[in-house]
């Protein structure tokens, strides 16, 4: 009777396996980035008790085989038994969850599975911080890129009258430098602060921007008699 059981227990996941992967792209809500922390949860029961399992193989029958996914491709954060668990994601992939709930008893295990998918880590830009210029300058920035170019971006800039975007400054994405060395145009007149926005590279866009630098720019000396004695 057990293994009838088993062999029953199997084939439900074999068909809920099957559907998760069908259903995949509409899953939006666990689609995440590699080095993001996402949140994964199940209805709290009182009295009940979790254990969570990953696997990053859809092949392995997953009533017997062992967990594969936590550490080489991800780590917990935090509480490992409750309804709700952090997720640390360092690999891209397609995993597979499953959490067992028990109840006080020990006599009721409900098991729920489902699928995260971790895209490759969204690109980031720093911007190093400026030396000052004097009025009339020209203003570089040098930017350093994590991610997989080609690479493009707007920037902002900042000053006293109000922020303005600047668009793409380079003609042939392929060909930039990481670091990018960006000369700024027009050259700010006034100290100004920038930040790069809508960065992209191979893989998506990091809509978050970077760092924010403050250009000096300091004033010319007005122009003065010279006295000679």
């Known amino acids: 009777m057990k293994k009838v059981s ?27 980035h590699n080095g993001d922390t996402s949140t994964i949860q199940v209805e709290t029961q009182p009295g009940d008790s979790y254990y ?10 997953f009533v017997v085989a062992p967990a594969d996914a936590v550490h080489p491709y991800a780590d917990f954060v935090g509480a490992t038994n409750s309804s709700t668990v952090e997720i640390l994601w360092k690999k891209p992939g397609t995993y597979f969850f499953k959490v067992h709930a028990l109840n006080i008893t020990g006599c009721t295990d409900n098991m729920k599975m489902g699928i995260v998918k971790v895209l490759e880590a ?7 911080p400026p030396a000052d ?23 902002t800039s900042t000053d006293i009258n109000g922020t303005t975007t600047r668009p793409w400054p380079v003609a042939d ?3 930039m430098d990481n670091p990018y060395t960006l000369i700024v145009n027009p050259a700010p007149i006034i100290t100004t602060d920038y930040q790069i926005i809508n960065l992209s590279d191979k893989f998506g866009i990091n809509t978050t921007g970077s760092n924010t630098v403050t250009q000096t720019v300091n004033p010319l000396p007005k122009p003065s008699t010279i006295y000679h004695r």
């Open 133 to 155: 210029i004097c009025e009339g300058g020209t203003a570089t920035l040098v930017v350093t890129f994590t991610g997989t170019g080609p690479w493009k971006f707007d920037y």
């Open 6 to 32: 088993h062999i029953a227990r199997f084939l439900a996941l074999a068909v809920l396996l099957h559907l998760l992967l069908a259903l995949a792209p509409a899953m939006a809500q666990n689609v995440v």
């Open 122 to 128: 969204l690109p980031t830009a720093v911007i190093s």
């Open 173 to 175: 994405p392929g060909t």
């Open 52 to 61: 969570w399992e990953f696997y990053s193989d859809s092949t392995v029958n």
